[in-house]
């Protein structure tokens, strides 16, 4: 073996490595981001084919449908949470929508006292509520695989509450696999106004949704932002999760067929500062 071959071998990948890295240190932050995850994550699955829908076409949200959450514990002041929404149910009632996530709830040390709601980028709460609508899900963080559909809060909302803001559930519980759906962010655009993302939808069971977005972006915040969908116009489910895919997010959501069946079915509405899991 020709030793003195194989050390300039060695040397000269070692040179090539330092300028490798050097080269990607001067890239702009967005840049090396994506080819990091390019190199770490692997290609999202193929996208299904789109599908066909027999339900009504409806016209999309006008303005914000998404809203970023605020919630106050004792001796504090309201912070920002996350996001979330509201929900108009079949027999009028408003209710409030977020991630259990997003809240330290049922903790005697920390007691949440109250949440609020609030426009993308406004400070003016729109709704509030200290009262559970019915009890909340129990995410498992230790559990192995996403489960989208242990995760919620549903909340009782103060009166009066502009029913203009409140969504309505697409009554087919779910979105069909190819469909295009449209991620209304809580947060702001950055210039103040509403977010919408668009994606499509991968795959639907019994753990949740998933749908794989148009774009990158950092989705930070917005868990509990509702998910439209662009064919009928309403809401399909409400956002958990993300997952990066190479140049792609996939986003995963609760279905809004299983957190209508939970606020149909509620019996039980604890104050927010009195629950305790």
């Known amino acids: 073996m020709n030793f003195r071959f194989v050390l300039r071998a060695f040397i000269l990948s070692l040179a090539l490595l330092a300028l490798a890295v050097v080269g990607l240190a001067l890239l702009p932050q967005p840049t090396l981001r994506q080819i990091i995850l390019w190199v770490v994550t692997r290609p999202p699955a193929p996208t299904p084919r789109p599908p066909i829908i027999t339900a009504p076409r409806g016209p999309l949200p006008e303005g ?36 259990a996530h997003s809240v330290d709830l049922g903790n005697p040390a920390h007691l949440l006292e109250r949440l609020a709601f609030t426009l993308p980028g406004q400070s003016d709460f729109i709704a509030e509520s200290d009262t559970l609508y019915g009890l909340p899900g129990l995410p498992d963080p230790s559990a192995d695989a996403f489960n989208m559909v242990m995760d919620w809060v549903l909340l009782k909302t103060d009166d009066p509450v502009n029913e203009a803001l409140a969504l309505t559930a697409d009554p087919r519980g779910a979105p069909q696999p190819g469909e295009r759906v449209l991620l209304f962010s809580g947060l702001s655009d950055g210039a103040g106004g509403p977010r919408a993302l668009a994606g499509t939808v991968q795959a639907v069971d019994e753990f949740g949704a998933w749908m794989l977005m148009d774009d990158t972006f950092n989705a930070g915040g917005m868990s509990g932002s509702p998910i439209v969908s662009e064919h009928t116009g309403q809401v399909v489910g409400m956002t958990m999760a993300v997952i990066a895919r190479r140049d792609r997010l996939l986003i995963g959501f609760h279905p809004i067929g299983h957190l209508v069946e939970l606020a149909e079915s509620a019996t039980e509405f604890p104050k927010l500062a009195e629950y305790r899991r």
């Open 64 to 99: 914000a449908a998404g809203l970023q959450e605020w919630g106050q514990y004792q001796g504090e002041a309201y912070m920002p949470r996350g996001s979330g929404f509201l929900l108009k149910l079949n027999d009028g009632t408003i209710v409030g929508l977020i991630t």
